[in-house]
């Protein structure tokens, strides 16, 4: 089903994989260091985690790789944000540059407030990292790549054509990845966007 496909290649590791090194190609001088600082919080924010989830997917601990069930959230969420703190502490000891670090800062308030309302009722975390890396790549390379929203589409679309989110739940957590992590990426680089 092609609603399965979209949902397994823009689910929010694999965003979360990409995005710091397109950030990083930006903000870092030269190749090596944009895949440095790059993969710093790719491997801290996406693969490691990421590698936490399969486990307690395939050990039984929850009810897959995307944590359907809100419930077992707990334990991938505290994982995603420690792991993620170890990587903000390693691009500050570092110097790494300036965006990276609001990077991994926007992500880790974002996974804050949607883990918080995820308590509560089932966000979807994958159009809250769509809508979030379309704002941050907007704000660093202009408004055209606002064409981005069409990737958060396809993802919300995704989600509720494969019946795990309802179109409330992919609108919410659209609205909040754009707000909190766009939001709050802009407000730690002072405004100095490109938008």
Same mark, same amino acid.
């Given at each position: 089903?092609?609603?399965?496909?979209?949902?397994?290649l823009?689910?929010?590791?694999?965003?979360?994989?990409?995005?710091?090194? !397109?950030?990083?190609?930006?903000?870092?001088?030269?190749?090596?260091?944009?895949?440095?600082?790059?993969? !710093?919080?790719?491997?801290?924010?996406?693969?490691?985690?990421?590698?936490?989830?399969?486990?307690?997917?395939?050990? /039984?601990?929850?009810?897959?790789?995307?944590?359907?069930?809100?419930?077992?959230?707990?334990?991938?969420?505290? +994982?995603?944000?420690?792991?993620?703190?170890?990587?903000?502490?390693?691009?500050?000891?570092?110097?790494?540059?300036?965006?990276?670090?609001?990077?991994?800062?926007?992500?880790?308030?974002?996974?804050?407030?949607?883990?918080?309302?995820?308590?509560?009722?089932?966000?979807?975390?994958?159009? +809250?990292?769509?809508?979030?890396?379309?704002?941050?790549?907007?704000?660093?390379?202009?408004? +055209?790549?606002?064409?981005?929203?069409?990737?958060?589409?396809?993802?919300?679309?995704?989600?509720?054509?494969?019946?795990?989110?309802?179109?409330?739940? !992919?609108?919410?957590?659209?609205?909040t990845?754009?707000?909190?992590?766009?939001?709050?990426?802009?407000?730690?680089l002072? /405004?100095?966007t490109?938008?």
């Amino acid at each position: 089903m092609f609603a399965r496909l979209v949902t397994e290649l823009l689910a929010p590791w694999v965003i979360v994989l990409v995005l710091p090194l !397109v950030v990083a190609g930006q903000a870092a001088a030269g190749f090596g260091s944009t895949l440095l600082w790059g993969m !710093v919080v790719a491997l801290t924010s996406s693969v490691l985690p990421m590698g936490v989830v399969v486990w307690g997917s395939r050990t /039984g601990r929850w009810d897959g790789h995307h944590v359907r069930d809100r419930r077992g959230r707990l334990v991938p969420f505290t +994982a995603l944000i420690v792991l993620s703190l170890l990587g903000l502490a390693l691009l500050i000891a570092g110097d790494a540059p300036e965006k990276l670090i609001a990077l991994d800062i926007s992500m880790i308030i974002s996974l804050f407030v949607t883990g918080t309302i995820t308590v509560f009722w089932k966000i979807s975390m994958h159009t +809250a990292v769509a809508a979030g890396a379309v704002t941050v790549l907007a704000l660093l390379y202009g408004p +055209a790549l606002l064409w981005g929203a069409l990737v958060t589409l396809a993802v919300a679309w995704s989600r509720v054509a494969v019946r795990d989110h309802t179109l409330a739940q !992919v609108t919410i957590g659209a609205l909040t990845g754009t707000v909190v992590g766009g939001g709050s990426f802009a407000l730690l680089l002072g /405004g100095n966007t490109a938008l």
